[in-house]
Nanobody, 124 residues
């Protein structure tokens, strides 16, 4: 499955932003999907994950209560709604897909297909 992220841009502290991930190649309804971010020079960080049917979600501690992951399997799309952004959210955000049997995992090794990322910059 091929993944292409979009929606990243420069925003101000406290603003909201929605990222999109367009999948192609095969239906993603059987895939767990995730958003993972990376600051240059740092390790990649799990942001949020969602099960194939969208019934199970998990979030990284730093974004709980502020970010929401969702999916539209009919459109082969995954989204990340980010609210109350702060400067620590500045990063490249990647969309990733993983095959069964896991439902959702925070382990980055559980995702085998990755997009090229989209840059989110939060400025004061």
């Amino acid at each position: 499955v091929q993944l292409v992220e979009s929606g990243g841009r420069l925003v101000q502290i406290g603003e909201s932003l929605r990222l999109s991930c367009a999948a192609s190649g095969r239906p993603i309804s059987n895939y767990r999907m995730a958003w993972i971010r990376q600051v240059l020079g740092n390790e990649r960080e799990f942001v949020g994950g969602i099960s194939g049917e969208g019934t199970v979600t998990r979030y990284g501690d730093s974004v709980k209560g502020r970010f929401t992951i969702s999916r539209d399997n009919a459109r082969n799309m995954v989204y990340l709604q980010m609210d109350n952004l702060n400067q620590n959210d500045t990063a490249v955000y990647y969309c990733a897909a993983g095959e069964p049997p896991w439902t959702v995992t925070t382990l980055l090794t559980g995702y085998s297909s990755w997009g090229r990322g989209t840059q989110v910059t939060v400025s004061s």
